[in-house]
């Protein structure tokens, strides 16, 4: 069975770092692209950052770009999302998801993602 595992949400303080990761069973994740999505309370799904099956390539959104990095061991078949310099708006349900695209391409689309986790809380608040 295909399946993906989020895991690191937890309640922060602004300002503070957390680590989520996203971690396979039941298939290879350097065969995929990964993205990581959050919903927050009332709001659509959104892309946070993606990155390239062969690890080449990474995107962020504006909106965490400079605070958060994703990464990939392929060694542990898990990705991580490193996320530092917290704000009460990163404050979502974060999810991440595999999608078989080029070796260079991943995507802020949901659409373009076969596979999800149940996702992980983030909450940032003092």
């Known amino acids: 069975q295909l399946q993906l595992v989020e895991s690191g949400g937890d309640l922060v303080q602004p300002g503070g770092s957390l680590r989520l990761s996203c971690a396979a069973s039941?298939?290879?994740?350097?065969?995929?692209?990964i993205g990581w999505f959050r919903q927050a309370p009332g709001k659509e799904r959104e892309g946070v950052s993606c990155?390239?099956?062969?690890?080449?390539?990474?995107n962020y959104a504006d909106s965490v770009t400079g605070r958060f990095t994703i990464s990939r061991d392929n060694a542990k078949n898990t990705v991580y999302l490193q996320m530092n310099s917290l704000k009460p708006e990163d404050t979502a349900v974060y999810y991440c998801a595999a999608g078989k695209m080029s070796d260079y391409v991943c995507t802020a689309f949901p659409a373009n993602y076969a596979y999800w986790g149940q996702g992980t809380q983030v909450t940032v608040s003092s």
């Open positions: 039941g298939f290879t994740l350097e065969d995929y692209a």
């Open positions: 990155i390239s099956s062969s690890g080449g390539s990474a």
